[in-house]
């Protein structure tokens, strides 16, 4: 299946600082890339959604300002936590979707663990 | 508003049993069904998915049953393995958007 790498898997920062992830389609062109938040054992929040060369659409109750969101080209998309509080602190995944085989597919990244101390 | 309802949210299956994850929606506007599953501190990965013209797809231990009247769909985990506890999210989409019901543990006790 198509894969989608995701960068950092894990990483500590201070309060007050910015943090970005980035995200990959690394063998298909993603039109549209998706980012997630989930919290412990609960089910995946979809924070915005972002498509090649146009501003993010991000859901209600989500910070565009707090989470930054660019999506330069077909292939990168990328998740910049501004100034991050403990609050912050989640696993956040993106996904990418492409058409493949007739479908739609939605395929993910392996998500980023964010400690916000 | 949640636009997919996921049951149970935890599954305690025998090693070679079966297992049953259900789903449903309201709107009829959907027109792809996958089924994701995660490992902990990992992303989804797909695993089956349907479309509503069809009402069973199978692939290799995994079934996906289709009731598209009674807008319901649920996943099949055949002699099910200790390899396959992790949790289980079902999607419907359309317009561009995937919707995640909530989860559903599975622990597949040797």
């Known amino acids: 299946g198509a894969v989608v790498s995701q960068h950092p898997s894990w990483v500590i920062c201070k309060s007050g600082t910015s943090v970005k992830i980035e995200c990959r389609s690394l063998?298909?062109?993603?039109?549209?890339m998706f980012w997630y938040r989930q919290f412990p054992k609960q089910s995946l929040m979809l924070m915005a959604t972002?498509?090649?060369?146009?501003?993010?659409?991000?859901e209600q109750g989500v910070e565009k300002d707090k989470f930054l969101i660019n999506h330069a080209s077909l292939t990168l998309s990328t998740l910049t936590v501004t100034s991050a509080h403990p609050e912050d602190s989640s696993f956040y995944i993106c996904?990418?979707?492409?058409?493949?085989?007739?479908?739609?597919?939605?395929?993910f990244g392996s998500g980023t663990q964010l400690s916000v101390l | 508003q949640q636009q997919v309802k996921q049951s149970p949210q935890s599954l305690i299956v025998q090693k070679g049993g079966i297992s049953i994850i259900n789903c449903a929606y309201e709107?009829?506007?959907?027109?792809?069904f996958p089924w994701y599953q995660q490992f902990p501190g990992k992303g989804p990965a797909l695993l089956i998915a349907?479309?509503?013209?069809?009402s069973e797809k199978k692939e290799g231990r995994f079934t996906i049953s289709f009731n598209k009247s009674a807008k319901q769909f649920s996943l099949h985990i055949m002699d099910s393995q200790p390899g396959d506890s992790a949790t289980y999210f079902c999607?419907?989409?359309?317009?561009?958007?995937?919707?995640f019901g909530s989860g559903t543990k599975l622990n597949v006790k040797p």
């Open positions: 063998d298909f062109q993603a039109t549209t």
């Open positions: 996904s990418a979707s492409g058409l493949t085989g007739g479908d739609e597919k939605l395929f």
């Open positions: 999607a419907v989409y359309n317009f561009n958007k995937f919707y």
């Open positions: 349907i479309r509503p013209d069809v």
């Open positions: 972002s498509n090649e060369g146009s501003k993010a659409t991000y």
């Open positions: 709107n009829t506007a959907f027109d792809y």
